[in-house]
């Protein structure tokens, strides 16, 4: 199974803009769809944006189209979130989570938290106003 590690939170004035990485280990990285969830207290995991095994595929959630980049690097073993315009609604506990892509497909890059079968430990985020 693979091992995720993520990095590059902190805390950031509104507007400004941070980068999340996230490290894989243990298994071949490129075999793995990836994806960014986030998730505050007393609330469910919510979809930021996913990624699909070459990283030419993929989608956003609406509340972070245009401000939000994903991106990997299969030679690295990395995926990578740059966050721009920075909201004080953007503050929440950041997770990777990867998905073996399997029989998924060439686009394969899911949106919902229950199809992913491993987590990093998080990275918290916080956008002051």
């Known amino acids: 199974q693979v091992v995720l590690v993520e990095s590059g939170g902190g805390l950031v004035q509104a507007g400004g803009s941070l980068r999340l990485s996230c490290a894989a280990s243990?298994?071949?990285?490129?075999?793995?769809?990836m994806g960014w969830f986030r998730q505050t207290p007393g609330k469910d995991r919510e979809f930021v944006a996913s990624?699909?095994?070459?990283?030419?595929?993929?989608y956003y959630a609406d509340s972070v189209k245009g401000r939000f980049t994903i991106s990997r690097d299969n030679a690295k073993n990395s995926m990578f979130l740059q966050m721009s315009s920075l909201k004080p609604e953007d503050t929440a506990v950041y997770y990777c989570a990867a998905r073996l892509v399997g029989s998924g497909g060439y686009y394969y890059s899911p949106r919902r938290p229950h199809e992913y079968d491993t987590w990093g430990q998080g990275t918290q985020v916080t956008v002051s106003s």
């Open positions: 990624i699909n095994w070459s990283g030419d595929s993929t």
């Open positions: 243990g298994r071949t990285f490129s075999n793995y769809a």
